[in-house]
């Protein structure tokens, strides 16, 4: 009987540590999730424009492993604003690294869209990221890289 009650005060205060640590991580983790949802649509309608055959098994191994990706970096990113983000006073390695890592996946997800949609450009979300205007990030697509 103790050994139960040691197991479930265990258990009750590792849940609650990784519950407040992962409580102001949780918009970031669901943003991560829509867009995990958002790539794999597109990236599903884009292979079958292209003709590609789609493996289901492939499709899951790689969603999953980009959702288990996404939770390491938001870990990452609040080990990082409650260890460095202390010193500075805001989170500047955190959201950074957030914002790198968020890129990468809206650059996928524009891309697939584009592909799908027939539009023979490309997303460059770092030319975006220095200047505001959204035609100079989207560029014309190279006939090389379709080979």
């Known amino acids: 009987m103790e050994q139960t009650n040691y197991a479930a005060t265990i258990l009750s205060i590792v849940g609650v540590t990784l519950l407040e640590f992962y409580e102001p991580l949780l918009p970031w983790l669901l943003f991560a999730f829509m867009l995990i949802l958002s790539d794999l649509r597109f990236g599903i309608l884009a292979s079958k424009k292209r003709g590609e055959e789609i493996r289901h098994s492939r499709m899951w191994r790689r969603t999953f492993n980009k959702a288990m990706d996404y939770v390491c970096w ?3 990113a ?3 604003s409650r260890s460095i983000g202390v010193v500075f006073g805001i989170p500047v390695v955190s959201m950074g690294l957030l914002i790198i890592i968020y890129g990468i996946e809206i650059s996928s997800c524009v891309n697939n869209y584009f592909v799908y949609k027939g539009i023979k450009k490309k997303f460059n979300f770092w030319k975006l990221l220095n200047r505001p205007e959204v035609e100079n990030a989207i ?3 190279d006939v090389k890289s379709e080979k």
């Open 74 to 76: 938001v870990t990452l």
């Open 78 to 80: 609040g080990l990082c």
């Open 139 to 141: 560029e014309e697509e």
